[in-house]
Nanobody, 125 residues
Framework: VQLQASGGGSVQTGGSLRLSCAASGRAFSSYNMAWFRQGPGKEREFVAA????????YYADSVKGRFTISRDSVKNTLYLQMDGLKPEDTAVYYCAADGTLITSQIGFASAYDYWGQGTQVTVSS
């Protein structure tokens, strides 16, 4: 599967952005999908994921209640709605996909085989 992330930009604290990740290739619905981010000088960290099949949602504590992950299987697109943005949300955001990981691997970047190119999100105070 090929992934193309878009939707990043610059906003002020409290603003909103919606990221999109368009997927092409093998059946989109057969993949577990996730968003990760990497801030300046930081390691890549888990943001949110959606399980294939059940559609169960997972969120990092730092974004719970502010970010919403969703998928549209007709459009083959993954979304991340980000509200209440904070300066600490500034990062390059990556979408990722994997068809075989188990629940305990959901938050680990190393478990995902396919990655988009990243989109920059900058939040100013």
């Amino acid at each position: 599967v090929q992934l193309q992330a878009s939707g990043g930009g610059s906003v002020q604290t409290g603003g909103s952005l919606r990221l999109s990740c368009a997927a092409s290739g093998r059946a989109f619905s057969s993949y577990n999908m996730a968003w990760f981010r990497q801030g300046p000088g930081k390691e890549r960290e888990f943001v949110a994921a959606i399980r294939r099949g059940s559609g169960y949602l997972y969120y990092a504590d730092s974004v719970k209640g502010r970010f919403t992950i969703s998928r549209d299987s007709v459009k083959n697109t993954l979304y991340l709605q980000m509200d209440g943005l904070k300066p600490e949300d500034t990062a390059v955001y990556y979408c990722a996909a994997d068809g075989t990981l188990i629940t305990s691997q959901i938050g680990f970047a190393s478990a995902y085989d396919y990655w988009g190119q990243g989109t920059q999100v900058t939040v100013s105070s």
